[in-house]
């Protein structure tokens, strides 16, 4: 069997190397060859001993997962629908900006968690991704955008928002982290690459220990009796464990904040009293916010707040010296907008099985 070379980050590439009797300053180039120069030709690999490409050749590949459909939206925003197999695929967004390019990287094929608002969440799960997998997306929208003049990568900010709980698959997100931030790889910086979490309180400990970079969490709600319905999860990690979860977070943090997302549900939790409850909440975290236009999908059970509550909303926040955004809504006409990404799971939790039986 061929070992995909996509799967190791630097530790792992050495220790391969050893094994096949190899330096580490081997894994070296070859990481930069994959990942800075995005080469999957071993041959092209000029600055490799001819005897050790042809090796690699026989004992090694460059695999990221196949396009299967790309769209464009007016905005500029493009997202891939990607195979990775037996019957799934999941989505990676590009979303270009004057001064940055971000990436928004999927984890999982499709999620376990079932947040109430989220179409991802509607589908079920399948599995995780491999290292190669998540990296694979990176490393193939790189390729397909193409340098710049300067010889620089379009992508300079990573965030992993896209399907999936990236916390649930912590060992390969941190593989595909670690090839982030490495020099012989991406090189980027910690603080542009984000996870983005609902909330995994024994994992967001242990990626502060391991791979502290920024980091966003889900809250959507101020108290728990409204959370546990908005995200399930929330019965296993309530608000107060949470919120001690990011303080520590904070501790080796690369950022001195913690982003709090918050999608805004008419009716539901844009009250100005709920905004005076979540300023009670998050009073010893230091944070910011994003409030996030509720993005609908067929059968979602909520609507968009519109932009006159979500703008008091965010007044009563920044009236709290709370410093809030509202996000923009970015590529919904090809349904690339958060929470709208819905791939092709093969649904193995029964969810949507179980939601049709509930409708009939
Ligand atoms: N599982 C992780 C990361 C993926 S979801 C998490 O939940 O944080 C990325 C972001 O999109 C989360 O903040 C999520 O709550 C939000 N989201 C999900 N569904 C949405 C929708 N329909 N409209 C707007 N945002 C949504
Ligand atoms: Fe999963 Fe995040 Fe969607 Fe919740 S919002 S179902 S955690 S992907």
Not at 94 to 100: A, G, K, L, Q, W
Not at 121 to 147: D, M, P, T
Not at 205 to 213: G, I, K, N, Q, S
């Amino acid at each position: 069997m061929t070992e995909n070379l996509l799967n190791f980050d630097a530790e792992q590439m050495t220790a391969w190397f050893a094994e096949q009797g190899e330096k580490p300053f081997r894994a070296k180039q070859v990481l930069r060859w994959l990942h800075k120069a995005g080469e999957s030709d071993f041959n092209a690999m000029s600055d490799l001993a001819m005897s050790l490409r042809s090796k690699l050749k026989l004992t090694a590949c460059v695999k990221s997962p196949q396009v299967m459909r790309e769209e464009t939206a007016t905005d500029g925003t493009q997202k891939w629908l990607l195979d990775v197999g037996t019957g799934n695929a999941v989505e990676t967004v590009f979303i270009p900006e004057t001064d940055r390019g971000t990436l928004c990287v999927s984890t999982q094929a499709g999620c376990a968690l079932d947040c109430a608002f989220c179409s991802t969440g509607k589908q079920g799960f399948n599995r995780n991704l491999s290292v190669a997998e998540i990296i694979g997306q990176l490393w193939w929208a790189n390729r397909e955008l193409g340098k710049n003049q300067e010889g620089i990568w379009p992508i300079t900010n990573v965030v992993l928002m896209g399907m999936g709980e990236p916390l649930l698959n912590f060992d390969n997100t941190v593989h595909a982290l670690r090839l982030m931030l490495d020099d012989n790889a991406y090189g980027l910086s910690r603080r542009r690459v984000t996870v983005s979490t609902s909330g995994i309180v024994p994992a967001m400990d242990r990626l502060r220990d391991e791979c502290p970079v920024a980091l966003a969490v889900s809250l959507h709600a101020p108290n728990d009796a409204l959370r546990n319905v908005l995200v399930p999860v929330n019965q296993k990690y309530p608000l107060k464990e949470l919120m001690a979860a990011c303080g520590r977070y904070l501790e080796k943090a690369p950022r001195d904040f913690v982003t709090f997302e918050y999608v805004m549900l008419a009716g539901i939790n844009d009250s100005v009293q709920q905004a005076r409850e979540l300023i009670a909440l998050v009073r010893e975290v230091p944070c910011k916010f994003n409030l996030i236009p509720f993005n609908p999908f067929p059968q979602a059970p909520y609507q968009r707040s519109d932009m006159q509550t979500v703008m008091r909303f965010r007044d009563v926040l920044m009236q709290a010296d709370i410093v809030t955004t509202i996000r923009k809504v970015r590529g919904d006409d090809i349904a690339a907008a958060c929470g709208q990404l819905a791939g092709k799971v093969q649904d193995k939790t029964k969810r949507t099985h179980r939601l049709t039986e509930v409708a009939q």
